[in-house]
């Protein structure tokens, strides 16, 4: 049948791996995601309602009407800044939700940013870059955003293979 043992390599090793991979990862309950910090994974949970803060902050709150505040273990919170990328919450309220993102403490509890409507279909949260690293940047420089000593010149002269440092043939 098979007469290369490439393809066979290929059968018996390759395929079954590529399977395994494609396969997604189960949903997690909201109990068992707050004792998964910094893990990327997908929640699943009950919605019962959206709260939203005067300064535009959103809550989904998953804990049930009967479970006081102090006793609820992990929160998913939207942030005004993200609000076009993840558009109106309230058709999420009494709703089944699977939401993927990375836990993260938030005080004193576990939480999952909720940054773009494609983490409700499995797909990561909106990219936000480190403030610190950006710092002091703008696009229309011509310089680097952190001083790279690779680019800097090293003097007057080059430090390798300087032209006025040549060694003498000792075959000549």
Known sequence: MLQHPAACFLLLFLIPGAALAAA???CVSADQAAHMIDKDICVSAHVYDV?????GTRFLDICSPQ???ENCRFTIVSLWEDHDEVGELQKY???DVHIRGIVRPMHGRAGMVLS???QFYGGPPRFHPNPLLAHGFDADQSRPPLPDPNLRPQGSRRAFMNSRDQEKNPAK
């Open 24 to 26: 997604p990862r189960p």
């Open 51 to 55: 709260v939203r803060l005067p300064d």
């Open 67 to 69: 479970t006081p505040d």
């Open 93 to 95: 309220r009494d709703a």
């Open 116 to 118: 773009h409507a494609r």
